[in-house]
Nanobody, 119 residues
């Protein structure tokens, strides 16, 4: 069973917005740091955003700063990635991941959701 389930991907025009969701499945991720990553066609998976369990601080890749916002709903055990001002270079499969707040490796991953931005 995949522990994290992403949704919200799709096709959008340049300048448009999408909100991705990532829900825990079969277990809770309360107490975990959460992250979003993406894999562009033909490239390695890269960091997009993260939110820490302790303090709730967020961090972003330079390429998305000011356009993407990550948040979490601890009651729903769900994290979100609000993506605004989308560009064709944001086209990728987006993955949600979780890690212990005391570690550096993301151990739990979702299957990904496709985001396509048309020019």
């Amino acid at each position: 069973q995949v522990p994290l389930v992403e949704s919200g991907g799709g096709l959008v025009q340049t300048g448009g917005s999408l909100r991705l969701s990532c829900a825990a499945s079969g277990r809770t991720f309360s107490g975990y740091d959460m992250g979003w990553f993406r894999r562009e066609p033909g490239k390695e998976r890269k960091f997009v955003a993260a939110i820490r369990w302790i303090g709730g601080t967020t961090s972003y890749a330079d390429s998305v700063k000011g356009r993407f916002t990550m948040s979490r709903d601890n009651v729903k055990d769900t994290v979100y990635l609000q993506m605004n001002s989308l560009k064709p270079e944001d086209t990728a499969v987006y993955y949600c991941a979780a890690k212990s707040p005391y570690g550096t490796t993301y151990n739990y991953w979702g299957q990904g959701t496709q985001v396509t931005v048309s020019s």
